[in-house]
């Protein structure tokens, strides 16, 4: 998954699976969503060949994990 900051201290999270991360320092998790950076809908999670990508049902494409909008909710 990619690599993702802190909203509160701004250090790397540390992955832990099912799209939740967990800051170190804030001892914080969270439950990161996927939208599309583009319409801002919500991307649908495509499983093929180990890699993970995404896919915009309203754009009609696929979107790169890089490229994505990923929005935290504290857990
Ligand atoms: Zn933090
Ligand atoms: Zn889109």
Redesign the pocket.
């Known amino acids: 998954m990619k690599e993702l900051?802190?909203?509160?201290?701004?250090?790397i999270?540390t992955y832990q699976g099912k799209f939740v991360y967990q800051?170190?320092?804030?001892?914080?998790g969270y439950q990161a969503q996927v939208h599309c950076d583009q319409c801002g809908d919500r991307l649908e999670l495509l499983k093929a060949c180990g890699a993970v990508d995404f896919f915009c049902n309203q754009c009609n494409e696929m979107k790169s994990k890089s490229s994505a909008d990923y929005r935290l909710t504290p857990q």
């Open positions: 900051a802190c909203p509160s201290c701004q250090q999270m800051c170190a320092a804030c001892e914080q």
